[in-house]
């Protein structure tokens, strides 16, 4: 009997105290246009703040078709218990499918300037690499036509070095003929100047010699 007695105690005790420590759930205002909140949980207490519908409060406790409170911004009171609901009301829902909306449509509009953004930034890359390949091309046939002046420019280069060589070869000889001229010349003029001498010797003595016969005769 007195175990019996003491798990009712015990279950009492549990039943007593869980408006208190069972009932500090969250729950919405319902469908009305304004809930008030009092210091007490009767009509004839202050008015301490008001509630819209859809607001989510906090349950400390019921009494008497009252229900203790706490919203969101931290203030306490009591509110008749008929106007709160365990699950948001369907116009709360219906503003926030309609908040989630917007949000969605801004971030849809955000996406497409986005990709609008993408697709100009692509065609300018599309241009400039057009426009680079342009280049590159151009590069290449400036880079194969260098190639074909070089190959001009080293058989141009051999057949100068061939025709210079060739040149300098002749130079030589040129100079040895002039050279050998310039001796042969040198000495014919010796030779001419020598033989011009002795004729002139030569008639020189004849001379003097014709003079003597002709005074020996006189």
């Known amino acids: 009997m007195k175990r019996l007695m003491a798990i009712l105690v015990t279950a009492f005790t549990l039943f007593a105290a869980c408006p208190t420590a069972c009932l500090a759930d969250d729950m919405y205002v319902g469908d009305i246009t304004k809930l008030n909140v009092r210091s007490g949980n009767d009509i004839k207490y202050n008015v301490i703040a008001t509630l819209k519908s859809g607001e989510k409060v906090s349950v400390l406790s019921f ?17 008749v218990s008929r106007y709160l609901t365990g699950e948001k009301p369907a116009n709360a829902r219906i503003e926030d499918l309609q908040i989630k909306k917007e949000t969605l449509q801004e971030q849809l509009e955000m996406a497409a300037i986005e990709n609008r953004k993408l697709q100009e930034e692509n065609i300018d890359l599309a241009a400039r690499l057009n426009e680079t390949s342009v280049k590159l091309g151009n590069a290449e046939e400036a880079f194969k036509a260098l190639q074909e002046d070089s190959k001009e420019y080293l058989t141009l280069k051999e057949k100068y070095d061939k025709i210079t060589k060739e040149s300098i070869g002749k130079d030589t000889k040129i100079r040895s003929l002039e050279d050998k001229v310039d001796d042969q010349y040198i000495a014919i003029a010796i030779k001419w100047s020598l033989t011009g001498a002795g004729i002139l010797l030569i008639g020189f003595f004849l001379g003097s010699r014709t003079k003597r016969k002709r005074t020996s005769l006189l």
């Open 63 to 79: 009494a008497g078709g009252w229900t203790k409170i706490e919203s969101m911004d931290g203030k306490q009171g009591w509110v």
